[in-house]
């Protein structure tokens, strides 16, 4: 069986990337497994521990860390966040895609440790439709807007280090899960996941 | 408008490439533009100029050389062979993909001018089913069979140099095009190919 791709996809807030997942992975289940993040802090009444995160203590997480056993974990408010590798390879073994919807800096530390994950950015169109999904019911103040703005386009300088970049128009989810598709096919067919293809040409080769 | 790729294709005869190219053109002709080589060899009742082959002088074509006029050439039984660029840039230029269909020492040779070609080669699924398909209807004789086999086997051995391997399994050809589809589109979606979309953000950053 091919083993499965590490599917890693950022955006900015307002690039609309849940929903686009939501859409690439609608009716192919079986193809994908999403990654489910491990974390430290207190569930609330709406998680679902294995399904919003995997909950555990300090002292678990750290076991997790000092045995190499993170993709990538950061510390926020007292609370660590972290992606464990253990599932993920276990999903891509079996064939499946794993996606891992993650920020610029957790992004760039999974792909050190796993180079051949694919690297997926989705924005939406221009900086201006960006600022108006940020505005959002146009509740909040100038202030709050720009300090939101600023925390995205900081997300957005990092999208040289993606591999592939997909825009999100308004209304067109369905369109960037399609082309997230295509890449994840095109990237199955590179020569270099393939080179095994080469050796069955010389078996036969040796038997002229 | 944003500018068309260049798509390098290769496979050893029996790899089927014509007929996946005609799957892959099908219905999207506005979107594909054939490359047609150049020849000095003599028109033959079957060739339309500027369809099968562009027929040129000796003359014309070294002129062409010299003034670094064609992507690659080559020179077979005293006629020379090759790809014009002015024709690939304008189609490049005006949007089109433009498939060069090729032998690997060509493909590369073109790599090195286009750096941004796509190559592509086409494969059957195994060496098996390369040697049925060179023996075609049974009627030449093992010593031509191999000789086949080497010469397509030398085509396969250059495979390390291609950027995506599809293959075309019998009966399968609709399937490799809509591969090589995938390809193209997500080609289209590579971060280098898209970075004049960070400047927008950044433009809209400097409003703030």
Request: glycine share 8%; aromatic share 8%.
């Amino acid at each position: 069986m091919n083993k499965g791709l590490l599917v890693i996809i950022s955006g900015p807030a307002g690039s609309g990337k849940g929903t686009v997942i939501a859409e690439l992975t609608k009716g192919r289940e079986n193809e994908f497994r999403y990654s489910v993040s491990a974390t430290t802090r207190k569930p609330r009444p709406t998680d679902v521990d294995g399904v919003t995160y995997r909950f555990m203590t300090r002292e678990q997480f750290e076991v997790l860390i000092a045995d190499g056993e993170m993709l990538e974990y950061a510390e926020y408010v007292d609370n660590y966040y972290g992606t464990p590798a253990r599932p993920v390879y276990e999903a891509l073994n079996d064939g499946k895609n794993v996606i891992l919807e993650i920020e610029t800096i957790g992004a760039l530390k999974v792909k050190q440790k796993v180079p051949d994950a694919v690297m997926i950015m989705i924005l939406p169109p221009d900086g201006k439709t960006l600022e108006a999904r940020l505005r959002g019911r146009g509740t909040e103040s100038d202030e709050v807007i720009i300090k939101r703005m600023r925390t995205a386009i900081g997300e957005v300088a990092k999208l040289d280090k993606y591999d592939y970049i997909v825009i999100n128009d308004d209304g067109c989810a369905a369109k960037a899960a399609e082309d997230i598709y295509s890449i994840l096919r095109a990237e199955k067919l590179k020569t270099g996941r393939n080179l095994h293809i080469r050796d069955d040409y010389f078996a036969s080769e040796k038997k002229n």
